[in-house]
Structure formats: C-alpha cells, structure tokens
C-alpha cells in the first residue's frame, strides 16, 4: 500500500510541476465513503479561442478522508502552467462534501459541496464555492446535476457572485470500463447571466472506470474530452482525474 501510494503520488507532483483550475474542473458526485482515504490528482489542458488567454494547463493534488459517514474532506495543492509564466504552484484548497441523503432512499440522491481557495496572488482574495449535488439512477444509467455559486472575498476587484453548472450521464457497463457524457457550464453573475455567446458552455464524450489493486484498495479513472459550444468556451479541453482509494 505504500508503495502504491508513493508512486501515485510522486506522478502527480512531476505532473503538477509541469502542468491548471477551468480545464481540470470535475464532477463532484454526492456520496461519502466512511473511512476512505485517498489520494487525488487531477489534471486539464485547454486549446483556447482567445489569443490573449495564456493559460496552457492546470492540475492538482489531493489528499482526502472520509471523516464521517456523511461528511468527506479534502486538501489541494493546485498547479498550472501559463504562457507567460511557465509551470508554477497556484493555490490551495480545502474542499468538503456533505452526503444529505442515504443512497438510494429517494429517487434523487443530494449532497453539498462547498471549497474555499487561497490563491498564490493574495490580491484576488478567498474564493468560496458552495453548491447542492443530485444523483439518480435509472437502470444501469447514473445521471448527475450540479449547481455552484462562486464568490471572492477580500480580493481588490469585487465581482458579483457567479452560477456554474455540472452535468454527466454515466452507463455502468462494467465496473473497469464505463462511459458516459459530462458537461460544464459558466454562467456569469448568479442573477444576471451573460449573454449567450459569451458564456463558457463545454460537452463531450467521458470514460470512467475502477481497477481493484488489494484489498480495500482501488485506482478509480475518469476523462473527457470537452468542446466549446459557445464563443467564450475554449475550443477543445482535455480533462483527467486518477484516485488511489485506500
């Protein structure tokens, strides 16, 4: 077990020192798994519209424990690589998700989400992201829906409250190999969205799986390939996450 981890880890640091936070963005699902510890990496790069937009890529680090049967947290070390900058460290986070409802005792499973950053650049202040999760299933397909709000505080420009999305449908074609779709969305201001064309709206094609590597220990995958839909969207993202649950 070690050993498994230390490698784990050890590839996610070369990973983090030459990779960034919009491309490796997620799916939070809204079960909690008592006991579990793990450790997670994540990983995204973007092909961008805009000339003037250098960021290449962003990853991150984690290190997580389910604390409480309904509670689960985690700690972030994020990374990214701009144009102008190279590689560098960006920020930390502390993420915790709150499992509502029992799995499978109603028709949609609930969760909430909630992170606070700090990054690198004190001048943009705390970021607060906080936000309900919904699962259900019909079969063997898993349906997800996410709704995040987003607010800096303390940072030297103050800007409104931003709504984002999350989607995935997910088909459980066997536990090693799943596959599915995700979509993310930002919205703008919370209660004045942007216009249409210059909202960031990516879909695309996802694969997700789970590989046993002893007892009570797993490597769990998931990826997607993203396309912008909308003109402040990136053209195409490449996104990654790889757990190693113990």
Same mark, same amino acid.
């Given at each position: 077990?070690?050993?498994?981890?230390?490698?784990?880890?050890?590839?996610?640091?070369?990973?983090?020192?030459?990779?960034?936070?919009?491309?490796?963005?997620?799916?939070?699902?809204?079960?909690?798994?008592?006991?579990?510890?793990?450790?997670?990496?994540?990983?995204?790069?973007?092909?961008?519209?805009?000339?003037?937009?250098?960021?290449?890529?962003?990853?991150?680090?984690?290190?997580?424990?389910?604390?409480?049967?309904?509670?689960?947290?985690?700690?972030?070390?994020?990374?990214?690589?701009?144009?102008?900058?190279?590689?560098?460290?960006?920020?930390?986070?502390?993420?915790?998700?709150?499992?509502?409802?029992?799995?499978?005792?109603?028709?949609?499973?609930?969760?909430?989400?909630?992170?606070?950053?700090?990054?690198? /650049?004190? @001048?943009?202040?705390?970021?607060? =992201?906080? *936000? #309900?999760?919904?699962?259900?299933?019909? $079969?063997?397909?898993?349906?997800?829906?996410?709704?995040?709000?987003?607010?800096?505080?303390?940072?030297?420009?103050?800007?409104?409250?931003?709504?984002?999305?999350?989607?995935?449908?997910?088909?459980?074609?066997?536990?090693?190999?799943?596959?599915?779709?995700?979509?993310?969305?930002?919205?703008?201001?919370?209660?004045?969205? /942007?216009? @249409?064309?210059?909202?960031?709206? =990516?879909? *695309? #094609?996802?694969?997700?799986?789970?590989? $046993?590597?002893?007892?009570?220990?797993?490597?769990?995958?998931?990826?997607?390939?993203?396309?912008?839909?909308?003109?402040?969207?990136?053209?195409?993202?490449?996104?990654?996450?790889?757990?190693?649950?113990?």
């Amino acid at each position: 077990m070690k050993i498994t981890a230390a490698l784990v880890a050890a590839t996610a640091f070369i990973y983090l020192q030459q990779a960034a936070a919009g491309p490796s963005e997620y799916v939070y699902e809204p079960k909690v798994e008592y006991g579990e510890k793990e450790i997670d990496f994540k990983f995204g790069q973007a092909n961008n519209r805009a000339p003037d937009d250098n960021l290449k890529a962003a990853s991150s680090l984690g290190f997580g424990y389910g604390a409480r049967q309904h509670w689960f947290t985690e700690f972030y070390f994020k990374g990214e690589n701009t144009a102008g900058e190279g590689a560098h460290y960006d920020a930390v986070e502390w993420e915790n998700k709150f499992q509502l409802t029992e799995t499978g005792e109603y028709p949609v499973d609930v969760g909430l989400i909630s992170e606070i950053e700090r990054p690198k /650049n004190h @001048s943009e202040g705390w970021e607060v =992201r906080v *936000g #309900p999760l919904f699962q259900s299933d019909f $079969g063997r397909l898993q349906a997800n829906a996410n709704f995040l709000f987003t607010h800096n505080y303390d940072a030297e420009t103050q800007d409104p409250t931003q709504f984002s999305y999350q989607v995935q449908l997910k088909y459980r074609w066997k536990p090693v190999f799943e596959y599915g779709l995700q979509g993310f969305g930002d919205m703008g201001a919370w209660n004045r969205w /942007n216009d @249409s064309r210059q909202q960031s709206q =990516r879909f *695309g #094609p996802a694969l997700f799986g789970k590989v $046993g590597v002893g007892v009570h220990k797993a490597i769990r995958y998931n990826a997607a390939f993203l396309f912008g839909t909308t003109e402040g969207a990136p053209k195409q993202i490449f996104r990654m996450q790889v757990e190693y649950e113990f």
